[in-house]
T-cell receptor, first 114, second 112 residues
Framework: ETGVTQSPTHLIKTRGQQVTLRCSSQ?????VSWYQQALGQGPQFIFQ???????GRGNFPPRFSGLQFPNYSSELNVNALELDDSALYLC???FGQGGTDTQYFGPGTRLTVL | DQQVKQNSPSLSVQEGRISILNCDYT??????FLWYKKYPAEGPTFLIS?????DKNEDGRFTVFLNKSAKHLSLHIVPSQPGDSAVYFC???????????FGQGTELSVKP
Protein backbone atom coordinates (compact mmCIF):
# COMPACT_ATOMS: atom_id res chain seq x y z
CA GLU A 1 0.00 0.00 0.00
CA THR A 2 1.58 3.27 -1.11
CA GLY A 3 1.15 6.46 0.88
CA VAL A 4 0.22 9.92 -0.32
CA THR A 5 2.72 11.35 -2.78
CA GLN A 6 3.08 14.91 -4.07
CA SER A 7 4.99 16.43 -6.94
CA PRO A 8 7.07 18.40 -7.39
CA THR A 9 8.93 18.62 -4.08
CA HIS A 10 10.05 22.19 -4.63
CA LEU A 11 9.05 24.84 -7.13
CA ILE A 12 10.12 28.42 -7.83
CA LYS A 13 7.85 30.73 -9.80
CA THR A 14 7.61 34.44 -10.42
CA ARG A 15 4.71 36.73 -9.61
CA GLY A 16 1.86 36.50 -12.11
CA GLN A 17 2.70 32.98 -13.28
CA GLN A 18 0.49 29.93 -12.93
CA VAL A 19 1.36 26.67 -11.14
CA THR A 20 -0.05 23.15 -10.96
CA LEU A 21 0.68 20.88 -8.02
CA ARG A 22 -0.12 17.17 -8.05
CA CYS A 23 -1.17 14.65 -5.45
CA SER A 24 -1.64 10.90 -5.57
CA SER A 25 -4.01 9.55 -2.94
CA GLN A 26 -3.36 6.59 -0.76
CA UNK A 27 -4.81 3.42 -2.26
CA UNK A 28 -8.55 3.05 -1.56
CA UNK A 29 -9.09 6.68 -0.58
CA UNK A 30 -11.82 8.71 -2.33
CA UNK A 31 -11.36 12.13 -0.70
CA VAL A 32 -8.56 14.64 -1.13
CA SER A 33 -8.08 17.84 0.84
CA TRP A 34 -5.56 20.59 0.09
CA TYR A 35 -3.93 22.84 2.67
CA GLN A 36 -1.59 25.81 2.58
CA GLN A 37 0.97 26.08 5.37
CA ALA A 38 2.77 29.41 5.64
CA LEU A 39 5.98 29.61 7.62
CA GLY A 40 5.34 29.35 11.36
CA GLN A 41 1.63 28.68 10.90
CA GLY A 42 -0.61 25.65 10.91
CA PRO A 43 -2.06 24.25 7.69
CA GLN A 44 -5.02 26.23 6.33
CA PHE A 45 -7.80 24.42 4.48
CA ILE A 46 -8.07 25.35 0.80
CA PHE A 47 -10.69 22.87 -0.46
CA GLN A 48 -11.75 19.23 -0.45
CA UNK A 49 -12.75 16.91 -3.29
CA UNK A 50 -14.95 13.88 -2.78
CA UNK A 51 -15.52 11.55 -5.73
CA UNK A 52 -14.42 14.23 -8.21
CA UNK A 53 -16.71 16.98 -6.84
CA UNK A 54 -15.63 19.95 -4.74
CA UNK A 55 -17.00 19.28 -1.28
CA GLY A 56 -16.04 22.33 0.74
CA ARG A 57 -13.82 25.37 0.40
CA GLY A 58 -11.88 27.59 2.76
CA ASN A 59 -11.23 31.33 2.52
CA PHE A 60 -9.16 31.26 -0.65
CA PRO A 61 -9.85 33.29 -3.80
CA PRO A 62 -11.10 31.70 -7.05
CA ARG A 63 -7.60 31.75 -8.54
CA PHE A 64 -7.05 28.66 -6.38
CA SER A 65 -8.79 25.82 -8.18
CA GLY A 66 -8.59 22.07 -8.21
CA LEU A 67 -9.49 18.84 -9.88
CA GLN A 68 -9.92 15.26 -8.76
CA PHE A 69 -9.57 12.50 -11.33
CA PRO A 70 -11.39 9.14 -11.57
CA ASN A 71 -8.40 7.43 -9.94
CA TYR A 72 -8.81 9.96 -7.07
CA SER A 73 -5.52 11.69 -7.74
CA SER A 74 -5.78 15.47 -7.60
CA GLU A 75 -4.35 18.75 -8.85
CA LEU A 76 -4.18 22.17 -7.26
CA ASN A 77 -3.92 25.07 -9.69
CA VAL A 78 -3.01 28.59 -8.68
CA ASN A 79 -3.28 31.42 -11.22
CA ALA A 80 -1.77 34.90 -11.08
CA LEU A 81 0.70 33.97 -8.37
CA GLU A 82 1.36 36.50 -5.61
CA LEU A 83 4.31 36.73 -3.25
CA ASP A 84 2.06 35.65 -0.33
CA ASP A 85 1.36 32.36 -2.10
CA SER A 86 4.84 31.22 -1.05
CA ALA A 87 4.15 28.33 1.30
CA LEU A 88 4.16 24.57 1.78
CA TYR A 89 1.17 23.01 0.04
CA LEU A 90 -0.07 19.80 1.60
CA CYS A 91 -2.57 17.34 0.30
CA UNK A 92 -4.27 14.75 2.45
CA UNK A 93 -6.33 11.77 1.41
CA UNK A 94 -8.97 9.87 3.37
CA PHE A 95 -11.73 7.37 2.87
CA GLY A 96 -14.68 9.62 3.61
CA GLN A 97 -15.08 13.30 4.34
CA GLY A 98 -15.42 13.41 8.06
CA GLY A 99 -13.35 14.09 11.13
CA THR A 100 -13.54 10.44 12.10
CA ASP A 101 -11.92 9.53 8.79
CA THR A 102 -8.21 9.91 9.32
CA GLN A 103 -6.53 12.18 6.80
CA TYR A 104 -3.14 10.98 5.59
CA PHE A 105 -0.86 13.77 4.49
CA GLY A 106 1.75 13.83 1.79
CA PRO A 107 5.17 15.44 2.35
CA GLY A 108 4.11 18.66 0.63
CA THR A 109 5.29 20.88 -2.21
CA ARG A 110 7.35 23.91 -1.23
CA LEU A 111 6.36 26.81 -3.52
CA THR A 112 8.45 29.96 -3.64
CA VAL A 113 7.11 32.97 -5.52
CA LEU A 114 9.69 35.63 -6.43
CA ASP B 1 -10.26 34.76 13.11
CA GLN B 2 -8.10 32.08 14.73
CA GLN B 3 -10.61 29.49 15.92
CA VAL B 4 -7.94 27.08 17.17
CA LYS B 5 -4.98 28.46 19.08
CA GLN B 6 -1.78 26.99 20.39
CA ASN B 7 -0.23 29.76 22.41
CA SER B 8 3.12 28.10 23.12
CA PRO B 9 5.33 28.05 20.01
CA SER B 10 7.83 25.76 21.72
CA LEU B 11 8.27 23.41 24.67
CA SER B 12 11.40 21.73 26.01
CA VAL B 13 11.17 18.64 28.24
CA GLN B 14 13.63 16.18 29.73
CA GLU B 15 13.49 12.59 28.52
CA GLY B 16 11.27 10.46 30.77
CA ARG B 17 9.23 13.40 32.04
CA ILE B 18 5.73 14.41 31.03
CA SER B 19 5.09 16.69 28.04
CA ILE B 20 1.88 18.71 28.12
CA LEU B 21 0.81 20.51 24.95
CA ASN B 22 -2.14 22.87 25.13
CA CYS B 23 -4.75 24.05 22.69
CA ASP B 24 -7.69 26.46 23.00
CA TYR B 25 -10.63 26.88 20.67
CA THR B 26 -13.42 29.39 20.30
CA UNK B 27 -16.18 27.51 18.43
CA UNK B 28 -18.33 25.32 20.70
CA UNK B 29 -19.78 23.56 17.62
CA UNK B 30 -16.69 21.49 16.87
CA UNK B 31 -17.42 17.74 16.88
CA UNK B 32 -13.93 16.25 16.92
CA PHE B 33 -10.50 17.33 18.00
CA LEU B 34 -7.32 15.79 16.65
CA TRP B 35 -3.60 15.96 17.26
CA TYR B 36 -1.07 15.64 14.46
CA LYS B 37 2.70 15.33 14.68
CA LYS B 38 5.01 16.71 12.01
CA TYR B 39 8.68 15.97 11.42
CA PRO B 40 10.74 18.21 9.10
CA ALA B 41 10.29 17.41 5.39
CA GLU B 42 7.31 15.15 6.13
CA GLY B 43 3.58 15.74 6.16
CA PRO B 44 1.63 15.80 9.43
CA THR B 45 0.88 12.35 10.87
CA PHE B 46 -2.32 11.63 12.79
CA LEU B 47 -1.64 10.90 16.45
CA ILE B 48 -4.86 10.76 18.47
CA SER B 49 -8.37 12.21 18.43
CA UNK B 50 -11.27 12.81 20.79
CA UNK B 51 -14.97 13.24 20.22
CA UNK B 52 -16.62 16.32 21.72
CA UNK B 53 -18.82 14.06 23.83
CA UNK B 54 -15.84 12.60 25.68
CA ASP B 55 -13.38 14.16 28.08
CA LYS B 56 -10.45 11.77 27.76
CA ASN B 57 -8.92 9.42 25.22
CA GLU B 58 -5.81 7.37 25.77
CA ASP B 59 -3.51 5.55 23.38
CA GLY B 60 -0.32 4.17 24.86
CA ARG B 61 1.88 7.02 26.01
CA PHE B 62 -0.51 9.63 24.57
CA THR B 63 -3.61 10.97 26.34
CA VAL B 64 -5.82 13.78 25.17
CA PHE B 65 -8.02 15.64 27.64
CA LEU B 66 -10.97 17.81 26.62
CA ASN B 67 -12.49 20.50 28.85
CA LYS B 68 -15.53 21.75 26.96
CA SER B 69 -16.52 24.39 29.48
CA ALA B 70 -13.09 25.97 29.17
CA LYS B 71 -12.85 25.24 25.41
CA HIS B 72 -9.45 23.72 26.06
CA LEU B 73 -7.73 20.50 25.17
CA SER B 74 -4.35 19.13 26.05
CA LEU B 75 -2.09 16.32 24.90
CA HIS B 76 -0.05 14.50 27.53
CA ILE B 77 2.93 12.38 26.54
CA VAL B 78 4.26 10.13 29.29
CA PRO B 79 7.09 9.27 29.36
CA SER B 80 8.57 11.64 26.78
CA GLN B 81 11.19 10.22 24.44
CA PRO B 82 13.73 12.00 22.16
CA GLY B 83 11.86 10.59 19.14
CA ASP B 84 8.82 12.61 20.20
CA SER B 85 10.66 15.79 19.22
CA ALA B 86 8.52 17.30 16.46
CA VAL B 87 5.93 20.00 15.80
CA TYR B 88 2.51 19.13 17.23
CA PHE B 89 -0.67 20.56 15.75
CA CYS B 90 -4.10 20.40 17.27
CA UNK B 91 -7.01 20.52 14.87
CA UNK B 92 -10.79 20.74 15.14
CA UNK B 93 -13.53 19.49 12.86
CA UNK B 94 -17.28 19.93 12.40
CA UNK B 95 -19.72 17.64 10.58
CA UNK B 96 -21.08 20.68 8.77
CA UNK B 97 -18.33 22.06 6.57
CA UNK B 98 -15.98 19.13 6.73
CA UNK B 99 -12.73 21.03 7.04
CA UNK B 100 -9.98 20.58 9.58
CA UNK B 101 -8.99 23.80 11.33
CA PHE B 102 -5.45 23.72 12.66
CA GLY B 103 -3.68 25.61 15.38
CA GLN B 104 -0.30 27.22 14.76
CA GLY B 105 1.68 24.32 16.19
CA THR B 106 3.98 23.77 19.17
CA GLU B 107 7.53 22.57 18.63
CA LEU B 108 8.39 19.94 21.25
CA SER B 109 12.02 19.22 22.04
CA VAL B 110 12.74 16.21 24.28
CA LYS B 111 16.29 16.30 25.58
CA PRO B 112 18.16 13.11 26.57
Amino acid sequence: ETGVTQSPTHLIKTRGQQVTLRCSSQSGHNTVSWYQQALGQGPQFIFQYYREEENGRGNFPPRFSGLQFPNYSSELNVNALELDDSALYLCASSFGQGGTDTQYFGPGTRLTVL
Amino acid sequence: DQQVKQNSPSLSVQEGRISILNCDYTNSMFDYFLWYKKYPAEGPTFLISISSIKDKNEDGRFTVFLNKSAKHLSLHIVPSQPGDSAVYFCAAWRYQGGKLIFGQGTELSVKP
